[in-house]
Nanobody
């Protein structure tokens, strides 16, 4: 069974940091483009970052550039999203998703095949 599980969310103060993890079971993440998405209450889901299969290319939403870093650990079959300088507007449920593609570049606007259940990030003082 193919499964993605996010972890690492929590409640932090503005300016704090978190590292979200997206672990896969039943398939090898390195063969998939991975995207991180978030959905805040009352808002549409938005893509925040993606990493291509193999990790050669990354992409970030303008709103998170310079604060978010996506990376892979092949040995752990896990993709991470490091978030620095958290802001209240980063509060959302964060989801990772996998896309079966041969493309060298990743995109947050394409259809993703597998989704995790999400992890809550709350930024509040």
């Amino acid at each position: 069974q193919l499964q993605l599980v996010e972890s690492g969310g929590g409640m932090v103060q503005p300016g704090g940091s978190l590292r979200l993890s997206c672990a896969a079971s039943g398939f090898t993440l390195d063969y998939y483009a991975i995207g991180w998405f978030r959905q805040a209450p009352g808002k549409e889901r938005e893509g925040v970052s993606c990493i291509s299969r193999g990790g050669g290319s990354t992409n970030y939403a303008d709103s998170v550039k310079g604060r978010f870093t996506i990376s892979r650990d092949k040995s752990k079959n896990t993709v991470y999203l490091k978030i620095n300088n958290l802001k209240p507007e980063d509060t959302a449920v964060y989801y990772c998703a996998a896309r079966n593609t041969l493309q060298a570049m990743c995109s947050m606007t394409r259809v993703y095949d597998y989704w995790g259940q999400g992890t809550q990030v709350t930024v509040s003082s």
